[in-house]
Each structure stands twice: as structure tokens, then as C-alpha cells.
């Protein structure tokens, strides 16, 4: 697998999820078997760049190459700007997106609500494309299928994607309109990856290393992207790229393992953000981490009451100690 002049380890790539792949997780994913980690989007408005937000959002410190940087926006040459903008701090490849759902992203006609005019499509990926080759920097993009069940055009977006210079592709396995409900299709996927030289990523309800193997052939895509099934579970991208070189599985992480890798996460995850950010931004992850234990359903709103990072890290290390750490980790 291959983007520009970037070979990635393996094609078990980490989606951009807003609000959860920021520096710390990336990078945790990274050492636990991703081939890739895509930033959670960032805003093209320059107004933006310089917010706290954002600044987080582009901070690659520690980070191995190649980093990619998400970029969400309407604008072609404000997309175009804020590309070179995060080049300069250190992007490798600028990804655009035009596949979140969202509405507040949509009702600024960003995100997959751009999938509804292709003419913008082409003019948006085509000025990014040309603003970033002087620096020798592959674009690549997110897409869904289309808007609704009724225009799907991820086939088109795809052919317009090529002809502007976009070096690789992703697409979720949804419509907007289908947000997360139901389950993806990948007809369409294996489509686009039959219609196109570019490489090809495929995403959608991919949570297990069966699965992964599956999508990879009904698809013929390049790679694959997790998203919301490595919430709480970093370790999957080890399990499927085991499998898919051995068609065995890898055994599960230790309860031990989870208590490291969680107080770890924990650890860089308030030094990036500071305490009260942190403490608050980390509770989404203590409950993706604890989720299936048993017990963690009435444990967990206690610990939601803690307002203090050395607190909450010191809560979560005594609880985990019930756990026998040489045991394997279950789910119920």
C-alpha cells in the first residue's frame, strides 16, 4: 500500500474520528500495529488555525512520518491555504474531507454535504492538488457513497478524485443520509476500486479481523480503515494485521495489558490536553476501554465525578487491580 511516495507497514489504517484521534491516540494506535493514523480534520478557516482547537489538532510532536493532516471545508482556495499551512507544520499528506455526516459540519456545506455538487468537488480537489505539489505533498480524500440512497455517486466522485491528481481515496460504506445506522455496503466500494487506478480505502463496520478479510475481498481495495470499533479496543490493529498475514489470531491482550495501555493513554492524553481538558476529554475513553468489564456499568459514573487527572488515574489503577493481569481480557 502506497500514497505518493509513502509505503505504510501494513494496510490497517486508523480513521479520522473528530474528538478521538487526536495526537495521543494516534500515535498509541501507531505502536499498536496501525499502518497509518489520519488526524482528526482541522479547520481551513485561517481565522481558526491559531485556536486553541486547532493548534491541538496540528500538533505532530513525536509523530512518525508520514503525517497526515484532515482538512474540512467549503472554500477551494482556503482549503488550498490552510493545505500549505500544515505543510509547513510538518504535514506529509493532506487528506480532505468530504464525508463526515455531521450537520453542523454539513450545514456549512462542507463534509459528504459537498458530495451533492461534483463541479465543487472537482474545483475544491483540483486547487488543493495544485497548491500542494510544488512541495511534493499528495492529496488524498474521504468520501461516503453519496448523499442519499437515491444518488449514490461515490463512482463519479471517484473518476473526478483521479482526474484532478487525488493520489488515494477512502470511502465510508454509507450514504449521509444513513449517518451510522444500519449496516455498510461495499458493492459500491468494489466499484469505484474497479473503475479507478488510484489505491483505494475502504471503511464501514469493520470490527474484527474476519471481517476485515472479508471487506478486502469483496472490495479489492488497497486497505482498510477502523474507526469506532478501535474505540477502547487500540489493540485491533495488531489482531487484524496478524491475520491477515497468518489467517490465525493473535491471542487477546492480558487484563494486565489493558491496565498499562489505559493508564499510559491516560498519562499522554493530560499532558496534551492539561487537567481539566483532559479529565473530561478522557472520561469517552475510560468508558470505550471498560465498556464489557464486569461491574464497569456501576463503577463508572464514580469515576465520572472525579475532577483531577492524578485522581482519576489513581481510581482506575486501584480498580484494575481486581483483574488477575496474566489472564487474558474477555468481553460479556
Not at 7 to 24: Q, S, W, Y
Not at 182 to 194: F, L, P, S, W
Not at 219 to 235: F, L, N, S, V
Request: glycine content about 6%; overall charge neutral.
Amino acid at each position: 500500500m502506497h500514497i505518493g511516495s509513502w509505503h505504510f507497514p501494513n494496510p490497517v489504517f486508523v480513521a479520522p474520528m473528530a474528538g478521538v484521534t487526536d495526537r495521543p491516540y494516534r500515535q498509541l494506535c501507531r505502536q499498536l500495529g496501525a499502518g497509518h493514523a489520519v488526524s482528526e480534520m482541522a479547520a481551513s478557516n485561517a481565522e481558526l488555525w491559531h485556536s486553541v482547537k486547532t493548534a491541538r489538532r496540528t500538533n505532530h510532536d513525536g509523530e512518525v512520518d508520514p503525517i497526515t493532516v484532515q482538512l474540512a471545508g467549503s472554500d477551494a482556495e482556503m482549503l488550498a491555504q490552510a493545505a500549505v499551512f500544515n505543510i509547513d507544520k510538518g504535514a506529509r499528506i493532506i487528506d480532505i474531507n468530504m464525508g463526515c455526516p455531521m450537520k453542523k459540519v454539513c450545514r456549512a456545506a462542507s463534509g459528504s454535504a459537498l458530495l451533492r455538487d461534483e463541479a465543487l468537488v472537482a474545483r475544491i480537489l483540483s486547487t488543493v492538488v495544485e497548491a500542494c505539489h510544488p512541495h511534493e505533498v499528495p492529496v488524498t480524500v474521504k468520501i461516503r457513497t453519496g448523499w442519499d440512497a437515491d444518488s449514490r455517486n461515490a463512482l463519479q466522485v471517484a473518476k473526478i478524485a483521479q482526474e484532478a491528481g487525488i493520489a488515494a481515496i477512502a470511502i465510508h460504506g454509507r450514504t449521509r443520509c444513513d449517518f451510522f445506522k444500519g449496516h455498510a455496503e461495499y458493492d459500491t466500494i468494489r466499484q469505484v476500486k474497479q473503475a479507478v487506478d488510484i489505491p483505494v480505502i475502504a471503511n464501514g463496520d469493520i470490527d474484527s479481523p474476519e471481517k476485515a478479510q472479508e471487506v478486502l475481498q469483496t472490495t479489492g481495495a488497497d486497505a482498510i480503515m477502523i474507526g469506532r470499533a478501535a474505540q477502547g479496543r487500540p489493540w485491533i490493529f495488531r489482531e487484524i494485521h496478524h491475520y491477515l498475514q497468518t489467517r490465525e489470531h493473535r491471542p487477546p491482550p492480558t487484563y494486565g495489558e489493558l491496565h498499562e495501555v489505559l493508564l499510559s493513554h491516560l498519562d499522554d492524553h493530560y499532558t496534551f490536553y492539561g487537567n481539566d481538558t483532559g479529565v473530561r476529554s478522557a472520561r469517552k475513553h475510560i468508558a470505550w476501554y471498560l465498556r464489557d468489564l464486569p461491574d464497569a456499568k456501576q463503577w463508572l459514573p464514580r469515576i465520572h465525578q472525579i475532577g483531577e487527572a492524578a485522581e482519576q488515574s489513581r481510581a482506575l489503577d486501584h480498580w484494575l487491580q481486581q483483574y488477575p493481569a496474566n489472564d487474558f481480557l474477555t468481553r460479556h
